[in-house]
Structures are given as structure tokens and as C-alpha cells.
């Protein structure tokens, strides 16, 4: 019986089957510590050639050489920014799906109700990776030079100067509906489908005014296409260090900052998500990588996760309310 019982423990079926039961519960283990072992895709939501695909691009290359795997950016535009977002929001979190985009996330988490998808709950931040702002531009043959004759002009002719934007809800409609709300003027919004368009039209003397990206608008401030009026912060702009700041005229609490950064989507395995973060961080800080972003007028700065959280947690409240003041809903 004894014998028996030897022979059919080591018959080779029983071992064969022992072999796949310890294979299968090691499998995870072996899986998690392998990552990564498959290509990556960070998911731009916006088109190429902007900001926050710049950096997604560069990072990406650097993170196919660093983690010896193909990360590839694809860019999944629509619904300002936000079907790029549910994807990775809703996409299996194990690493492989990653999101680059902007700030533009907080507002949109406002302007879109979805019970699907909440940008703040569905995706978890991974850095930060740049930040930037916006410059107050105007067509090349409007005769107004500085930040006082504009609001000056502006509250005697309410409504008559229009001002372009990169649609319903973009950063530049909630910079221009803060501004007014700082000076007490009114312009009438002009939303186009995207930076460009809105840029291109400025230039045209289309359209009066806008706020545009100042690593963006940089090179047509420079050669005379367009006039710049003020840079969103406290301080000059390095890229354009003639053209004074809001804090210079008299309004040095008025701010354009911008962000660029990764997430993730919520729960990701916090493993993943640190090696991740600390691979980010340490391209971030390559001369070649950091120098490459500064030079478009970006400034480099990465953070932690929990930093960017409140970062996030921040700008939610503070756009909601403007979003909420200004009745501002989004386009269907």
C-alpha cells in the first residue's frame, strides 16, 4: 500500500500537474517583478507638436532606452482633452497605458460629468514634468500697448473687443474669464477648435486678443506677427524678456501657470508607480532632456506624486469656482 501510494506521487502526470499549479501561483510574482516586459504607450490626448507632447515625447524616448521596452505616444484627441483621459482612466492598470497631458484635466474633471470616468478618482499622478504660461496677445495692428490702456479701453467699450480661445472650458477661456474678473472688464469670447486656429486668426487680425502658451506664441512675438501685451505671472519670461509681466503692471497675483505631467490609472500597483515616478524624475533631470524643454520656454520641474495630488487637489477647487461664477458649460 505504502508502495502504492510512492508510485502515484510520482507518476509523471501528478508531477506534471504539481509543476503547472506552482508555475501558475508563482506567475504574478514573476510577472510584477518583471515590469516592465511589453511595450508602453503614453496616451497624449492633444494633437502633435504641442507642449505636452513634446514632453511626452521625450521622456518617452528616454524611458525606451532606460527600461530596455518600446514606449510609444500616441496622441488620442477629442472632447477638449478628455476622451484621451477616460482611456487611460479606464484602461487595465498595470503600467502599460500611461497618460501625458496638462491642466487642462482639472477643468475638464468640472465641465464633464461622466459616471464612468472622474479624473480625480481614475487616475492616479505619477509627476509633473514642466511648467509654462501664457501671454496676452493681441493682432499685429491693434494700437494698444500695455496692460493699462487695454483694461482702460476696455471698460469704456464693454464687449467690443473680442477675445479668442481654444474652446468652451480651455485653459485660455478660464484665464480670460479670471482676468475680467480681476479688472471688471468684458470682451466678447471667441472658442475655436484648438490653439492653433485661435493663434492663426490673432495673427490674421481675425480676432483681437488672446492668451497664448508663451513657449508657443514665442517665436511669432519675436518676428513681429503678433504683439504681446503681458507675459501671466510676476516675472518676465526668459523666451520674451521685453515684454513686461502682470505683476510689473500692477497685478502681481494674476497667474497663467500651466502644467505637463504623467498619471496613471488608479491602482496601478504602488511598486509600478514609484519605479515609474523615479524613472520620470531622473530623465527629467538630463541636461540634454531638461535643456531641450527650457530652451521652447518651459521650466522643468518635476514633483512627486503626492505633490502633482495637490497640485490637482488645488486647481479643481479654484477652476470649479470660476467655472461655477461664470456659468461657463460645456460644449455638446
Not at 515616478?277 to 522643468?300: C, R, S
Request: aromatic content about 6%; glycine content about 8%.
Amino acid at each position: 500500500m505504502i508502495k502504492h501510494s510512492i508510485r502515484t506521487l510520482l507518476s509523471p502526470r501528478l508531477l506534471c500537474a504539481a509543476v503547472a499549479t506552482a508555475a501558475a501561483l508563482a506567475a504574478p510574482c514573476a510577472a510584477q517583478a518583471a515590469y516592465p516586459s511589453k511595450p508602453i504607450r503614453i496616451i497624449v490626448p492633444f494633437t502633435p507638436g504641442t507642449g505636452v507632447d513634446n514632453i511626452a515625447r521625450a521622456v518617452g524616448q528616454k524611458l525606451t532606452e532606460r527600461l530596455g521596452v518600446a514606449v510609444i505616444v500616441e496622441n488620442k484627441t477629442g472632447v477638449a482633452g478628455n476622451l484621451g483621459a477616460k482611456y487611460v482612466g479606464l484602461a487595465a492598470p498595470d503600467g502599460y497605458t500611461l497618460l501625458a497631458t496638462s491642466n487642462n484635466l482639472t477643468i475638464n474633471a468640472n465641465l464633464y460629468p461622466d459616471p464612468e470616468f472622474n479624473a480625480m478618482k481614475n487616475l492616479a499622478p505619477l509627476s509633473i514634468g514642466a511648467w509654462g504660461n501664457s501671454t496676452l496677445v493681441e493682432r499685429p495692428d491693434l494700437k494698444i500697448n500695455s496692460l493699462a490702456d487695454l483694461i482702460s479701453y476696455a471698460k469704456a467699450n464693454p464687449g467690443k473687443l473680442t477675445f479668442a480661445s481654444a474652446g468652451v472650458g480651455s485653459p485660455m477661456h478660464i484665464q480670460l474669464e479670471e482676468f475680467q474678473e480681476l479688472t471688471g472688464t468684458k470682451f466678447t469670447h471667441i472658442p475655436y477648435k484648438g490653439t492653433g486656429p485661435a493663434e492663426v486668426d490673432v495673427m490674421g487680425g481675425h480676432v483681437d486678443l488672446a492668451f497664448l502658451a508663451t513657449h508657443t506664441v514665442a517665436p511669432n512675438v519675436l518676428n513681429g506677427h503678433i504683439k504681446a501685451i503681458a507675459v501671466g505671472a510676476d516675472t518676465r519670461h526668459p523666451v520674451l524678456p521685453n515684454v513686461p509681466s502682470f505683476g510689473e503692471q500692477g497685478y502681481p497675483k494674476f497667474s497663467t501657470a500651466m502644467w505637463y505631467g504623467f498619471l496613471a490609472p488608479h491602482g496601478t500597483p504602488p511598486e509600478i508607480l514609484d519605479k515609474l515616478n523615479k524613472e520620470i524624475v531622473a530623465i527629467l533631470a538630463m541636461p540634454d532632456v531638461k535643456g531641450g524643454l527650457e530652451k521652447t520656454g518651459l521650466t522643468v520641474r518635476a514633483t512627486s506624486p503626492q505633490e502633482m495630488e495637490d497640485v490637482m487637489q488645488r486647481e479643481y477647487t479654484e477652476f470649479g469656482k470660476v467655472i461655477k461664477e461664470a456659468n461657463i458649460k460645456a460644449e455638446q
